[in-house]
């Protein structure tokens, strides 16, 4: 499995302000994805993080709101612009990891994001 | 598109078995997994099917029937610690993306 870690764990941040999540994972992967879980919910998926190109968005996410870098195949940033409180959040990054079950998705432990 | 469901909550009394469905429609499937997450940490993967029948794994199993869009995850000899969320989420054929289920909240009871 692949070891990801995730940068802050948590957070308050003042309405307006702007905040970078990293995600820093222990091996190469291809495949890596930005979540988002509200509490009690479940996930619903932001983007997918493409190295060396433009990150792919769902339905509802927009690359000014939610910018995305992933510069190379262990690294990926996510950043929440211009903050409300309706972004308050647990923001989530996972990686499909060579050598599992094709589509597996291992999970970051998470950034709680609390906007004021 | 993909559509999720499965029961919001169940209980369950420890030691006994637990069965926890899950319904889905979907535009394209490429797999179907169970993620099981505690409350306040992240999901971690439980178990995958792609092909229909049972796939056993301990204490844990789950089922798939594509014709039918149905899948379970059995939980056997039920503990304490098994009291968790556990999410279905369908791996479709669009770029590798996985939805998932709102998740079942299971609390096992001495």
């Known amino acids: 499995s692949a070891v990801i870690s995730q940068k802050p764990s948590r957070d308050i941040c003042q309405r307006g302000t702007s905040l970078t999540i990293q995600c820093q994972v222990d091996?190469?992967?291809?495949?890596m994805f930005w979540y988002r879980q509200q509490p009690g919910q479940s996930l619903t998926l932001i983007a997918t993080?493409?190295?060396?190109?433009?990150?792919?968005?769902e339905s509802g996410f927009v690359i000014d709101k939610f910018p995305i870098s992933r510069p190379n195949l262990t690294f990926s940033t996510l950043t929440v612009s211009n903050m409300s409180p309706e972004d308050s959040s647990i923001y989530l990054c996972?990686?499909?990891?060579?050598?599992?079950?094709?589509?597996?998705?291992?999970f970051g432990p998470g950034t709680r994001l609390t906007v004021l | 598109g993909q559509n999720i469901d499965q029961p919001t909550e169940m209980t369950a009394t420890e030691g006994a078995i637990v069965q926890i469905n899950c319904t889905y429609q979907?535009?394209?499937?490429?797999?179907l997994f169970w993620y099981q997450q505690h409350a306040g940490e992240a999901p971690t993967f439980l178990s995958y099917?792609?092909?229909?029948g049972l796939e056993e794994k301990g204490r844990f199993s789950s089922f798939l029937s594509r014709s039918k869009g149905y899948s379970y995850l059995l939980l056997k000899e039920l503990q304490m610690k098994d009291s968790a969320s556990y999410l279905c989420?369908?791996?479709?054929?669009?770029?590798?993306?996985?939805?998932f289920g709102d998740g079942t909240t299971l609390t096992v009871k001495p």
């Open positions: 996972s990686v499909e990891h060579r050598g599992a079950v094709r589509g597996t998705q291992y």
């Open positions: 091996s190469q992967v291809t495949m």
């Open positions: 993080a493409n190295q060396g190109s433009e990150a792919t968005y």
């Open positions: 979907t535009s394209g499937f490429n797999g």
């Open positions: 099917n792609v092909l229909d």
């Open positions: 989420a369908v791996r479709g054929t669009n770029a590798g993306k996985s939805t």
